[in-house]
């Protein structure tokens, strides 16, 4: 009963202490700039929307919004959809050096991305794909890629064979098997993938920074990142910011929690 009792208020002062960075953040993003360090509060004094005023109407952070949105979902939509047909590779047909494909599939996973910031940076400005759309597209995949095929290949070897046997003994295809048999079975696995491959991409930060070259292409982390005022650095906007930026993907965590949970274990496969 004890030991009950200690892991609970345990979990509880973990929650609490992950919990308050985020919490304060939102605090502090309603209260005024004059009083933010001077007299700070736990609970807020006096509620102000300036910060949030003034990130759409003097900074337009509609944009990196925007940009985020496109990037990440785009980014998703092709990881998604190019990992499930290797994905489906690696777990069904049977081939020489499969299990070397999936140990570098991993360790690109465990790559570290500044050691490639510069040749990508010279393979884009020579396709003249700086500070568009596709020039961080492809950048995002390289790394969101081999996530998607790993927790995917995962999903796949949890589905008997024998549903696609009896497809094909019934006269489908493999393809016809693997689409209207095995695609509709793993839309769980497909949809965990998916929320975990754009929240990679929403938070992605060296990437973005290293092959945007104006506003008009950045994206929320490197937006906040950038916010300069005159004579200081305005607090407040960028708590507020980061209160916007990180509260939609907060709630996509709370909800789907089970099914990112069930992922990552899915993801853990031998090979």
Known sequence: MRGRIAARVGLVLLVLFAAFPF????????????????????????????????????????????????VALTTTVFCVTIGAFAAYALARIEFSGKRAVLAFILAVTMFPQISIVSPLYMLLRSLHLINTY????????????????????????????????????DGASRWQSFVRVILPLTGPGLATTAILTFIYCWNEFLFALSFTLGPERYTVPVAIALFRGQYQVPWGQILAATVIATAPVAVVVLVFQRRIVQGLTAGAVKG
Not at 146 to 160: D, H, I, K, S, Y
């Open 23 to 70: 919490y304060w953040a939102v605090v502090a993003s309603f209260t005024p700039e004059a009083t933010l360090f001077r007299e700070p509060s736990l609970w807020p004094r006096e509620l102000i929307l300036d910060h949030y005023r003034a990130l759409f109407t003097e900074r337009d952070f509609w944009t990196p919004i925007k940009n985020s949105l496109i």
């Open 134 to 169: 596709p020039g961080l597209v492809l950048p995002y995949m390289t790394f969101a890629m081999p996530l998607a095929v790993w927790l995917l290949v995962g999903f796949f070897r949890q589905l008997p064979r024998d549903l696609e046997e009896a497809a094909m003994v």
